[in-house]
């Protein structure tokens, strides 16, 4: 693109799920947006049975929104009810406990879908609605006092108003706005699959907890198929990563313990290492941070891509304002706004998910039994039950307004 061509008002970096829900979001409010970045590998039946997203109720909203909801809608499982089993051995052994969308007069918190799917879909009609989707990398962004300009791997540089950074843990556009982050370790893998089991799990996610790591299940569109979601030490992952799906099966038999029945199969198995990171700013510079390039968030609670997807409908809500104003999409003021909008959300999510996840690990008694406490505090207390779950299912304070424009079912 020649200097002299009218600079468009964003470029959004990167292709995952957060980037492109973005760059849809923010075509919807009418900015121009540009998207750059690798385009995400095809959904092959293999990448399909490995990782899924659960998407909370606001994020389904958004989808339908960005109308790409149809096209996932048979693919994905409803959410209708979570289920806490507490296996470990605490002094305080937690009751057994069952969190059911129906007591919030919901039909389901949310619904599952492969992550390839899903990203695949949004790349699909990013395609179909953006002016230009340029598939290559960005190798560094410099700020001139009216626009961003991004040096791609390949070709002209691109010029915008606004850097959306939407390119993950690593993000170089995080880097060049000069934003740091503070990191959290775990000493923690995940290890995602799928299986098929012989007894329905009637669309109920289980997460269950022992010493040292948890399993979550969680329901695909097949009542007898489930995803896995196996966190524990890291030696221990890599091992049942290279087990022999037989030897695998056993292990994990024995681990869910007649759960949903007798294993018939188990699908390709992938290993994530479990991060945590929050940005010290989710903005400067004529960037916003989206997604995984602001915060990582252990994969409990279905939290990480929720959030990023909360970014990317709040930054258009902000872009909004800006353009209706006729100011700046990259000026301090819309920057400070997405901050404002975003940090409590960010910070509840992170410092909540990390104090789960520690709460999990732990193997100190007293708070372990401060844990059983409050699952037997939830089991007996309906209205303390009902609190919770509105606060997993979206921050307490208003959803941007893309979440709440979808067509009701
Ligand atoms: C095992 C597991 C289970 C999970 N389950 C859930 C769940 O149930 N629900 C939930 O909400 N979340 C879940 N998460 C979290 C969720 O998967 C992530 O939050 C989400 O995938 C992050 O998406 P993203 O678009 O921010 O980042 P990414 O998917 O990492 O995308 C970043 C993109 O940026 C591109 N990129 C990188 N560098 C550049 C560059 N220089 N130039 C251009 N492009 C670049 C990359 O190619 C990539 O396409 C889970 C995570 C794990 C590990």
Same mark, same amino acid.
């Given at each position: 693109m020649s200097p002299t061509k009218p600079v468009p008002d964003?470029?959004?970096?990167?292709?995952?799920?957060?980037?492109?829900?973005?760059?849809?979001?923010?075509?919807?409010?009418?900015?121009?947006?540009?998207?750059?970045?690798?385009?995400?590998?095809?959904?092959?039946?293999?990448?399909?049975?490995?990782?899924?997203?659960?998407?909370?109720?606001?994020?389904?909203?958004?989808?339908?929104?960005?109308?790409?909801?149809?096209?996932?809608?048979?693919?994905?499982?409803?959410?209708?009810?979570?289920?806490?089993?507490?296996?470990?051995?605490?002094?305080?052994?937690?009751?057994?406990?069952?969190?059911?969308?129906?007591?919030?007069?919901?039909?389901?918190?949310?619904?599952?879908?492969?992550?390839?799917?899903?990203?695949?879909?949004?790349?699909?009609?990013?395609?179909?609605?953006?002016?230009?989707?340029?598939?290559?990398?960005?190798?560094?962004?410099?700020?001139?006092?009216?626009?961003?300009?991004?040096?791609?791997?390949?070709?002209?540089?691109?010029?915008?108003?606004?850097?959306?950074?939407?390119?993950?843990?690593?993000?170089?556009?995080?880097?060049?706005?000069?934003?740091?982050?503070?990191?959290?370790?775990?000493?923690?893998?995940?290890?995602?699959?799928?299986?098929?089991?012989?007894?329905?799990?009637?669309?109920?996610?289980?997460?269950?907890?022992?010493?040292?790591?948890?399993?979550?299940?969680?329901?695909?569109?097949?009542?007898?198929a489930s995803s896995l979601i196996w966190v524990g030490p890291?030696?221990?992952?890599?091992?049942?990563?290279?087990?022999?799906?037989?030897?695998?099966?056993?292990?994990?038999?024995?681990?869910?313990?007649?759960?949903?029945?007798?294993?018939?199969?188990? /699908?390709? @198995?992938?290993?994530?290492?479990? &991060?945590?990171? #929050? !940005? *010290?700013? %989710?903005? =400067?510079? +004529?960037?916003?941070?989206?997604?995984?390039?602001?915060?990582?968030?252990?994969?409990?609670?279905?939290?990480?891509?929720?959030? /990023?997807? @909360?970014?990317?409908?709040?930054? &258009?809500?902000? #872009? !909004? *304002?800006? %353009?209706? =104003?006729? +100011?700046?999409?990259?000026?301090?003021?819309?920057?400070?706004?997405?901050?404002?909008?975003?940090?409590?959300?960010?910070?509840?999510?992170?410092?909540?998910?990390?104090?789960?996840?520690?709460?999990?690990?732990?193997? %100190?008694?007293?708070?372990?039994?401060?844990?059983?406490?409050?699952?037997?505090?939830?089991?007996?207390?309906?209205?303390?039950?009902?609190?919770?779950?509105?606060?997993?299912?979206?921050?307490?304070?208003?959803?941007?307004?893309?979440?709440?424009?979808?067509?009701?079912?």
């Open positions: 964003v470029a959004v970096v990167g292709l995952g799920p957060s980037g492109l829900a973005a760059a849809l979001a923010l075509a919807h409010i009418g900015a121009e947006v540009v998207a750059v970045g690798p385009p995400p590998l095809p959904a092959t039946k293999s990448a399909l049975e490995t990782r899924t997203a659960a998407l909370l109720t606001s994020s389904v909203d958004l989808l339908k929104t960005l109308d790409v909801w149809p096209a996932l809608e048979r693919h994905a499982a409803p959410l209708q009810a979570i289920r806490i089993i507490d296996a470990s051995r605490s002094l305080i052994r937690a009751p057994e406990i069952e969190f059911r969308a129906d007591e919030l007069g919901l039909p389901a918190f949310g619904y599952n879908v492969a992550n390839s799917l899903l990203t695949e879909t949004l790349y699909a009609r990013a395609q179909a609605v953006l002016p230009a989707v340029i598939a290559v990398g960005v190798n560094e962004i410099t700020v001139e006092p009216n626009k961003a300009v991004l040096t791609l791997s390949k070709g002209e540089p691109l010029f915008a108003r606004l850097v959306v950074a939407a390119d993950g843990r690593l993000s170089i556009c995080r880097k060049c706005a000069g934003i740091g982050v503070t990191e959290r370790s775990y000493d923690q893998a995940a290890l995602a699959a799928s299986f098929t089991h012989a007894r329905a799990h009637e669309n109920v996610s289980t997460e269950l907890h022992r010493e040292g790591g948890s399993v979550t299940t969680v329901p695909l569109p097949d009542p007898h890291p030696a221990e992952m890599a091992r049942l990563v290279r087990l022999d799906v037989e030897s695998f099966v056993d292990a994990l038999a024995q681990r869910l313990d007649g759960l949903l029945g007798a294993i018939s199969s188990v /699908g390709a @198995r992938a290993e994530f290492k479990v &991060a945590g990171l #929050v !940005a *010290d700013r %989710l903005a =400067a510079r +004529r960037t916003a941070l989206v997604g995984e390039a602001g915060h990582i968030l252990p994969p409990i609670g279905a939290q990480g891509l929720n959030l /990023g997807l @909360r970014d990317a409908a709040s930054l &258009a809500d902000c #872009v !909004a *304002d800006a %353009l209706h =104003a006729g +100011r700046d999409p990259g000026g301090d003021d819309v920057l400070d706004a997405y901050r404002r909008a975003r940090q409590f959300d960010v910070m509840t999510r992170t410092l909540g998910v990390d104090l789960l996840s520690r709460s999990l690990l732990t193997s %100190l008694p007293p708070l372990q039994a401060a844990r059983g406490l409050v699952l037997h505090g939830l089991k007996a207390l309906a209205l303390l039950r009902r609190a919770v779950m509105c606060v997993g299912l979206a921050p307490p304070t208003e959803l941007p307004s893309l979440m709440r424009r979808a067509a009701p079912d």
